[in-house]
T-cell receptor
Framework: AQSVTQLGSHVSVSEGALVLLRCNYS??????LFWYVQYPNQGLQLLLK??????LVKGINGFEAEFKKSETSFHLTKPSAHMSDAAEYFC??????????FGTGTSLTVIP | EPEVTQTPSHQVTQMGQEVILRCVPI?????FYWYRQILGQKVEFLVS????????KSEIFDDQFSVERPDGSNFTLKIRSTKLEDSAMYFC???????????FGQGTRLTVV
């Protein structure tokens, strides 16, 4: 079975600081990995996805993630946090059954 | 840009009542899903639907739950007899096929009183 683990349920960064949200996956087959963002009272919006092409994936709003097979990781980063980045971030993996497995989420707070 | 739409955005119902949550997936998508998110908790898989039948379901999706695609555009989730613990945000999603991104609706917040 596939699964993802997000370390840190809450992360706080200062505005302009580096954002690093951690995700480790467990998959018996080459994974397809996704990061979704959920703004307050809204649905899930895709930030970026890894589909076995480039290991460094660029997404919307300046976010990017690097797939590291040796570390089974897919951490999300952004060089400079903006107030508007405050949201809940979910890492997800799919398998051959096309089911999405979500992590428990990381709540990002940006301090002015 | 195509999107998944869900109605209603909020639903309040009394315990024991039946509710139907409605979704219109993206038109050329073939796979449809329902997920739920209890307040403050993770997003949980309920069911996936392909080719007019359930392809996967979780332990949460018991006999009280059912899904239907009644007319080729709508995709509904019915809860037969709601319980307090069914209170959650319910998300509909769709995608083109395996390993493609899923597009999520804005969710229906269900409150059972």
């Amino acid at each position: 079975a596939q699964s993802v683990t997000q370390l840190g349920s809450h992360v706080s960064v200062s505005e302009g600081a580096l954002v690093l949200l951690r995700c480790n996956y467990s998959s018996s087959v080459p994974p397809y990995l996704f990061w979704y963002v959920q703004y307050p009272n809204q649905g899930l919006q895709l930030l970026l996805k890894y589909t076995s092409a480039a290991t460094l994936v660029k997404g919307i709003n300046g976010f990017e993630a690097e797939f590291k097979k040796s570390e089974t990781s897919f951490h999300l980063t952004k060089p400079s946090a903006h107030m508007s980045d405050a949201a809940e971030y979910f890492c997800a993996v799919t398998d051959a059954s096309n089911q999405f497995y979500f992590g428990t989420g990381t709540s990002l707070t940006v301090i002015p | 840009e195509p999107e998944v739409t869900q109605t209603p955005s909020h639903q309040v119902t009394q315990m024991g009542q039946e509710v139907i949550l409605r979704c219109v997936p993206i038109s050329n998508h073939l796979y449809f899903y329902w997920y739920r998110q209890i307040l403050g908790q993770k997003v949980e898989f309920l069911v996936s639907f392909y080719n007019n039948e359930i392809s996967e379901k979780s332990e949460i999706f018991d006999d009280q739950f059912s899904v239907e695609r009644p007319d080729g555009s709508n995709f509904t989730l019915k809860i037969r007899s709601t319980k307090l613990e069914d209170s959650a945000m319910y998300f509909c999603a769709s995608n083109e096929g395996p390993n493609t991104e899923a597009f999520f609706g804005q969710g229906t917040r269900l409150t059972v009183v």
